[in-house]
């Protein structure tokens, strides 16, 4: 059975998993990973800096944001859609980037969770999914991100919220498996999510209110430090349902993938 076949056979064979005992299990977690979630949000936003400069200047150049614009609306008219063409193509280059590294590292930030939780030896490398060889891979599992969010608006918008739970899921699978194919890796997010639709957006509902109202409480800037422990929730969910295979990660990592054991 290859790898596919097997991670398919442990998803359709997973056990029912408590709502109570994952919650609590993520709360436990982040109490040791809270400050890798908060770097992890802060170079998330660093690295958006420098493309929200590059988006923004041609519009100063153009003089699309000056005090008149903004006081006279009338002035826009003289603008024509030709001239806004590659604003609007850089700003769809521009969620293809952010997609790229936001997904590179949270898929990252799930490595270093599991490093923590089973207490293994390894570097809080931000930037693990970001290089070779799994660059490419990211790229490519963003781009599909970004097509079924907009296959899901064209719909209807409903359905955002039956794909939003595999699309989470998809980083801690790719996270885990990033042997596997492109086409493989969204096949399996899909099944775990369809599986554990209603437990994964129940924990990620709550979890994500619950960072929120205790982010506020601290001042507001808490929320950057609290936002981290709505993903833990799916971490858990993959971790009780697949599980991990120390061989084939040890074997995965000679090979140039997947988790380093020391």
């Not at 944001?65 to 009338?74: C, G, K, L, T, Y």
């Not at 899901?152 to 794909?163: D, G, H, R, T, W």
């Amino acid at each position: 059975m290859n790898t596919i076949d097997s991670l398919l056979d442990k998803i359709e064979k997973a056990k029912a998993l408590d709502f109570g005992t994952i919650f609590s299990e993520s709360i436990e977690l982040f109490k040791k990973v809270w400050v890798q979630g908060l770097v992890m949000l802060l170079l998330t936003m660093l690295l958006m800096v420098p493309f929200y400069i590059i988006m923004y200047l041609p519009m100063l150049a153009m003089g699309l944001i000056d005090p008149q614009s903004f006081q006279n609306m009338e002035n826009m008219g003289d603008f024509t859609p030709l001239l806004m063409l590659p604003f609007f193509i850089f700003m769809l280059l521009f969620v293809f980037i952010a997609m790229v590294i936001g997904f590179g590292l949270k898929a990252s930030f799930y490595r270093i969770c599991k490093l923590k939780d089973l207490e293994e030896m390894g570097a809080d490398d931000y930037f693990y999914y970001l290089k070779k060889p799994y660059l490419g891979k990211v790229m490519k599992l963003s781009l599909a991100s970004f097509g079924i969010w907009i296959a899901a608006m064209l719909l209807c918008v409903l359905p955002i919220f039956y794909v939003m739970v595999p699309l989470a899921v998809m980083n801690v699978v790719f996270a885990f498996n990033p042997e596997l194919s492109t086409s493989e890796i969204i096949k399996a997010s899909f099944k775990l999510g369809n599986k554990k639709w209603l437990l994964i957006f129940g924990l990620t509902l709550v979890s994500g209110f619950l960072a929120g109202i205790v982010g506020m409480l601290m001042c507001c800037i808490g929320i950057y430090v609290t936002s981290a422990f709505a993903y833990l929730p799916v971490y858990y969910v993959y971790k009780e349902s697949v599980g991990f295979n120390k061989e084939t990660d040890k074997k995965q990592d000679n090979e140039g993938y997947g988790m380093s054991y020391e």
